[in-house]
């Protein structure tokens, strides 16, 4: 079964300049209980893509199945866990009183002892007291993370989740994000720190200028390349590359249409403005 299922989803933005499109009938599937890995260069349109999965965007077109649901639904929301690349928190709230708030919001059971179980799980215990305006960065990705899982998803969308964390701290969330996974979980994730990816996705997505180019495991598409770093670069210079090559023969293409096109207008002009001078030759030529 299928925990994601994605079909020609795209986004189109509306500026002075026309319309641009973030992303481009995307297409994927992932399967429940495995970990997905989304690539791409900054501004490929991942953030974008996860924010339609979750239902905080709105496509222009196509659809999204999450858990067999839709995003907009309460129902379906209520099994997503979702971590923004860049959360926000109350920054006068502790650790735990922030915590708190998401767990009534969910309706959270024994919430003291889920927010212990997931302080613990993220290692912020013994540091759940103090104002979240004196956490370092990788304190914050570690409570971005608490209250992702706190309300036990089966789904997990997570962007950036490693993004500011030294080495220990990378191995750890590695560690829960694979403790999810045993537990039948399903996490969606992206991140620019490959090896890591290679390390615990089941499955991998490279998507550049809001299309989706690749898609397979870490080991196919770094078969033949150093390792999965070297084979996201060349895959996306060589799309690059062809896309380019593509672009020259539209544009020479457009340039000898507009070519031919001037020509026949020019041809077509030279014989109407030929046309009553040569009468006016033959009428002299006749007296």
Do not use: W
Not at 256 to 279: C, Q
């Amino acid at each position: 079964m299928n925990a994601i299922e994605i079909k020609k989803l795209s986004k189109e933005y509306y500026t002075v300049v026309g319309t641009v499109a973030a992303v481009h009938e995307l297409s994927l599937t992932v399967p429940s209980g495995s970990v997905f890995g989304f690539l791409g260069p900054n501004g490929a349109g991942k953030t974008t893509a996860m924010k339609m999965f979750v239902g905080l965007t709105e496509p222009s077109s196509g659809e999204i199945t999450i858990a067999g649901g839709s995003p907009k639904d309460i129902l379906t929301r209520k099994r997503i866990g979702f971590m923004p690349e860049s959360p926000s928190f109350y920054a006068y709230l502790s650790g735990r009183e922030f915590l708190e708030l998401v767990a009534a919001i969910f309706g959270t059971a024994n919430a003291t002892s889920r927010i212990n179980e997931v302080l613990k799980e993220v290692d912020l215990v013994g540091r759940e007291g103090r104002q979240i305006r004196t956490y370092s960065k990788g304190m914050l990705q570690r409570l971005g993370l608490a209250q992702a899982i706190l309300n036990d998803p089966d789904i997990l969308f997570l962007d950036e989740p490693l993004d500011g964390l030294d080495p220990l701290g990378r191995a750890e969330i590695k560690q829960v994000i694979i403790a999810l996974k045993e537990r039948g979980k399903t996490v969606f994730l992206n991140s620019h720190i490959l090896a890591d990816v290679a390390e615990i996705c089941d499955q991998v997505g490279i998507i550049d200028k809001g299309c989706l180019i690749a898609c397979e495991s870490p080991e196919i598409l770094s078969k033949g390349y150093r390792d999965l770093e070297d084979a996201f670069v060349h895959i996306i210079k060589n799309k690059r590359d062809i896309s380019g090559v593509g672009h020259k023969q539209m544009q020479m293409d457009e340039i000898r249409d507009v070519g031919d096109e001037t020509r026949k207008t020019y041809s077509d002009t030279l014989t109407e403005s030929r046309g009553p001078h040569n009468e006016e030759v033959r009428h002299l030529h006749k007296s």
